[in-house]
Each structure stands twice: as C-alpha cells, then as structure tokens.
C-alpha cells in the first residue's frame, strides 16, 4: 500500500512461488479495487502470463506477483518499483532419492541485485527489500553453480562414452558432487547403460538419441516391444511441461489426477480433432515433439486407443526405481522401489490402483507427491524382479518365517512360503533375536539363576582359574558360541521356554569347570540334622547365604566355608516358623554369646519346640523329637 501511494507505475513484487502468490492475491483483491493483480510463474497459462507482461489495455496499474522466473529473462513494461521478499523457491537434486525436491530458501546477493534492477529497466525506478541491513550482509554472494544442484546421469554417459571412468581425474571448475555421480552411475546400470564403469552397447544407442538417458532408455525398450507409436506420446509428455497442470475438472470427461495414461489419450484425440482441455501452447510443443520422435523412428503418429498397462510398462522403463505397490497400512500412499514412500489425493483416478509406474514425484518432506504416474500390470514387471529366500523373525506374533521372495528394488512383488530351511541360519537368526529379546525369553529356573551367579562369584574368588563369564551381559553379546546347538527346534516364542539353558550353561563351563564349581562353591551343604540346604549365591564379592532353622544347626561349632575353607557363609539363622533370628558369620560365637539371650524368647513364642540349654551337644533336629516333659513336639 505504502509503494502504491508514493510512486507512479507498476509494482513487481517477488514471492518464493505459487502458493505465496496465490494467497498474496486474495489478500490484496480485498483491499485494492482499482488495481489489476497479476500473477506470474512458469505454469500460468500463457494467456494468463502475457496479461502480466505487457500494460492493462484499460491503462489501470498493475501489481504483478512473480517467482524468480521475472528475475532475468522477461521485460515486464511500465515496472517502476520492485518489492522482494528476499526468498525463492529452487529445485534442489537428490542424490539419495533421486528426486529433485523444492526448497525455500533466502535469494543470493546477486539474484537480490537482479532483481532490485528490474525497477529500473525502462528508467528510474525504486526497489524495497523487505529484510535488514545485517541479514543483507549475511547473504551468500552468488548462486550455486548448476552442477552441485543438477541431475548428473547425461554428463556421466557422456564422460562414459569418451572413455571416463573416473570424473575426479579432470579438470574441473566445479567439482560435481560424488554422491551425486555415483547415483547417477546407478542409474544408468539400471538402465543398462553402463557396466563396471564402462558404458555398453545399449549405452551408446541411448547416447543417439536426443534427450536423456532414461527416456532414449523407454524409447529403444519401445522399439524392442514394438510400442513406438505410443512410446513418442509418453517421451513428449515427460519432456514438456503437464498441459493439465492448471485443470482440476474436465467438463464431459474424468478427473485426469496424475494418470498419464489420460494424458496420452487426451493428445491422440486432439490428434484427431477433438477439442481437449488443458493448455493449447503445451499440447502444441507436445505434439510437435512427438512428431519430432516419430521422425527420428520413421513412423506415423497413432490415433488409436490407448491402454494403461502399456504406458505403465514404459514409464517404468524409464523409472525402474519408481515402480511402486500399494502400501496396505498406509491410506493412499505407494512403497517405491527405491524405497521411499509417494502419495495421491483421495479423489485421483488413480488411488485404486494397486500397482503405478512413477514418472514424475517430488522428494517431499515425508512422503513425496505423485504427479504424474500410470498403472502397471504386474506380469509385465515380474521378470524385472530378483528371487531370494528370505529368514526373519515376526516380532509381533512371535513366529519364525521363511519365505521365498520376488523383490523389486525393495518391493516385495510375490511371496510363498518356504518350509526347508539352512539350519545355519535360522540359529544365526534366533541368536539375533536373542541378542534383542533377552534371557528373558528362556525358562531361567532358580536352579539356572544361581548357576549364573555361583560362577561368578568363583570369578571374584579365583580369577586364575579363568571361568567363562556367564553374567547377563557376556552371554547376550556372543550367544552363537555357547547356545547354538541348542536351537535347533525352535519356530516360536513359546519354544525359548522349552529349550533347557542350564545345558547350555554347562557345556560352555565344561566338565572340569564344572567339577570345580561343585568343590568350591557347591549348591547345598549338609547341617547336623542330615538334610542338604541350599546356598544362595551372588554374581558379586557377596558372600552365600545359607538360610537355616536354629534348630538343624544344633551341635555344629563353627560357621561353614566354601573355597576350601578360604570363605565362610552368611548364617541366617531361622525361626521354626522361618522367620528371621539373627544373621552371623561367626556361628561360635552366636552359641557363645547370643544363643542363650534369644532362647528364653524362643521358648516363649514358640513353647512346644526344644530348646537346650547346650546347643553345642543337642541333637540337630528337622521333625518330631520329645521335650523334657515327654512331650512331642511339632515339626
């Protein structure tokens, strides 16, 4: 508004594209009843863009709302003022897709110059630049050189047909990005174009024909499978801009969406005469380039019908790494084969396919967008796919399966499945998911527990003796050395369940380590009533418990040892009704000192059991015995 009111003539203001401009537009048609606003971008009907080029016949100012495409080619006359934004929007290469992807960003200091001309290209003009000073000398001098940004598949057929096997050994101005060239080397063997570095045959007969790699690639695969006719209506259309670019609705006919199928079919009947929607200028250039091809190939353009299944099969030709399927999980979205994801509006023709040859898509920010694509018949792909048994584990069922596979890229394109499989590798594959599940997923009985543990307490006892280790941890980490053999029956979850660990355990310690551990820190001891009670271990410098009723320890001196009487146990020392009493690792001295204090409240709470006044001579007991008064005592 300010701009307006304080200069005479148009305005030319710079947005990063069409969505901008779009909604700049409405803003400023509520406001503005007295100015023509104009929008100018490359897919404005050509009509639509010479409004915004040349004066208002009826003398009213203009405001035109442009992309970076005014920034140099195009003189717009009466431009006095200039506003920029300061940003644009570029497409921007993807070697890992192999997409180009548009990316808003701030214009360079140079474009930012060209464009603040373009108010003084037909006298003194004015140029507002809607950003600061600092920013301004924050800007990058100079546009990026073509070649860190482009698609580098033609320059490397060409390198490949002078004998280049490495870029890096010329001269260059810029050096081309390696990740870029070694995408665009996957390509063209993709294509068949190169092999081993070295162009081939097919190769050369792409490097003839005048276009790039992957559409002289459909057009030799056309003449193979004789749909040459057809073949030059595809190329055209991929070479041209979309002529429905700008067409939602097709007044008597479908929505065309992103099917190139409809496309082609539109441009065979305007062949004929028909009157077809769409842009008139873009359907000339597209037919004038079919023409162009059917030059080159000596054949008559083709009116007839045509048939989706074929177009599918050329694109694909062409974008062998666009093939896509279906998603199941995911609501109108494609799995390409290249591994990324692609979606189409809910309204598109084409959402029903299950099967789509992508010839154009972005990169996108998450999934790319469709725009122009055709469907595919999945007998013509299948010879395309490579065959392969594959092993895995279904984490959510818990199941093992085995399947033989025909995979497009990574597409899974038919499956069946596989009942023999290589032992070998089902336990490299169970040993994987060990790795992920855990122990947890076994049977570890209390038994197997202090396995684990009486071991490695050996192992802070002794460490000359070199004991496996069997905590957690080192276990989980190599399970191929130790529990390999034991997996040979497992196709589920519940089978880990079955699979006896503590074999397992025992054949990685051996039979002399095993004998060791027995000897030095066996599993039971033997007290005085004649019953073995077991020992709980730590997998630390703890040492055992052993929990044992007062009365079982009756007569025995002195405390235990384990580690041939190098270590004495923890005594937890139990009521009858195994309740706590006193823990002590000096058993003498508990008879000496303790025992007598604790008795009279034993006696108490527990008057029908024995309780001496000599530990050191009474009989160790675990059942009935007799009290003084002749009376039988609980066991």
């Not at 030319?12 to 700049?24: H, S, T, Y």
């Not at 032992?423 to 790795?435: A, D, H, M």
């Not at 007598?596 to 007991?621: C, G, M, Q, S």
Request: glycine letters at 6%; proline letters at 7%; one cysteine or more.
């Amino acid at each position: 508004m300010h701009a307006l009111r304080s200069h005479t003539g148009d305005i030319l203001a710079f947005l990063p594209g069409a969505g901008e401009i779009g909604r700049c537009k409405t803003l400023l048609e509520n406001e503005l009843h007295d100015v023509i606003i104009c929008p100018l971008y490359g897919d404005l009907p050509q009509r639509e863009q010479q409004q915004a080029l040349m004066p208002d016949p009826g003398g009213h100012r203009k405001v035109v709302l442009a992309t970076s495409i005014a920034e140099t080619s195009l003189t717009i006359e009466g431009i006095r003022v200039v506003i920029d934004s300061g940003y644009a929007r570029n497409p921007a290469f993807d070697p890992k897709s192999g997409l180009s992807k548009l990316e808003t960003m701030r214009v360079t200091a140079d474009a930012a110059d060209q464009r603040a001309g373009r108010a003084a290209r037909l006298g003194p003009g004015t140029a507002y630049r809607l950003w600061s000073e600092g920013v301004q000398y924050q800007l990058i001098p100079q546009r990026r050189p073509e070649i860190l940004e482009a698609d580098l598949a033609p320059l490397t057929l060409e390198l490949a047909a002078w004998g280049v096997t490495d870029p890096a050994s010329l001269s260059w101005l810029t050096v081309p990005p390696t990740g870029t060239l070694a995408q665009a080397r996957q390509l063209l063997e993709n294509l068949d174009a190169m092999e081993g570095g070295k162009i081939t045959d097919r190769g050369r007969a792409m490097l003839k024909l005048p276009t790039h790699p992957r559409l002289a690639h459909l057009m030799l695969e056309a003449e193979r499978m004789n749909l040459l006719p057809l073949a030059a209506d595809i190329a055209s259309l991929l070479e041209e801009r979309d002529p429905l670019a700008s067409v939602s609705d097709f007044p008597g006919h479908l929505n065309a969406g992103a099917d190139l199928s409809r496309r082609a079919e539109l441009l065979r009947n305007r062949r004929a005469g028909e009157r077809v929607n769409g842009e008139r200028t873009v359907w000339d250039r597209v037919e004038r380039s079919a023409e162009n091809w059917c030059r080159i190939f000596r054949i008559q353009p083709d009116r007839s019908s045509v048939r989706s299944e074929q177009v599918g099969k050329l694109v694909a030709a062409a974008y062998p790494e666009r093939i896509a399927r279906r998603r199941e999980e995911a609501q109108n979205t494609w799995r390409m084969a290249n591994g990324r994801n692609a979606r189409l509006p809910d309204s598109d023709p084409l959402a029903a396919e299950e099967w789509l040859a992508i010839a154009h898509t972005d990169a996108g920010d998450r999934d790319g967008r469709i725009f122009l694509a055709a469907p595919l018949d999945i007998r013509d792909i299948l010879p395309l796919a490579r065959e392969q048994t594959v092993l895995a584990w279904d984490y959510r069922n818990g199941t093992l399966l085995s399947r033989r596979e025909k995979r497009i890229g990574e597409i899974v394109a038919e499956t069946k499945p596989v009942h023999e499989t290589d032992p070998e590798k089902v336990r490299e594959l169970l040993c994987e998911v060990i790795k992920k599940e855990g122990l947890l997923l076994f049977n570890r009985t209390p038994e197997l527990l202090q396995l684990q543990a009486r071991t490695q307490y050996l192992r802070h006892l002794r460490p000359e003796l070199a004991l496996p280790d069997l905590s957690n941890e080192a276990l989980l980490e190599n399970p191929e050395k130790w529990l390999s053999p034991f997996l040979n029956n497992i196709r589920k979850k519940d089978d880990f369940q079955k699979t006896d660990l503590g074999a397992a355990l025992n054949a990685l310690l051996g039979w002399e380590n095993t004998q060791t551990l027995d000897r030095l820190v066996p599993d039971k001891i033997k007290v005085p009533s004649g019953f073995h009670v077991n020992l709980q271990y730590f997998p630390d410098d703890r040492p055992p418990v052993l929990a044992v009723r007062i009365q079982e320890v009756f007569g025995l001196m002195d405390t235990p040892m384990v580690n041939d009487g190098r270590t004495g146990v923890l005594l937890h020392l139990l009521s009858p009704g195994y309740k706590p009493v006193q823990v002590t690792q000096d058993l003498r001295s508990f008879w000496q000192n303790t025992y007598n204090i604790i008795r009279k409240e034993l006696k108490i709470r527990y008057p029908r059991h024995f309780w001496p006044e000599d530990p050191w001579t009474a009989e160790a007991v675990r059942g009935v015995k007799r009290n003084e008064a002749g009376q039988a005592i609980r066991k």
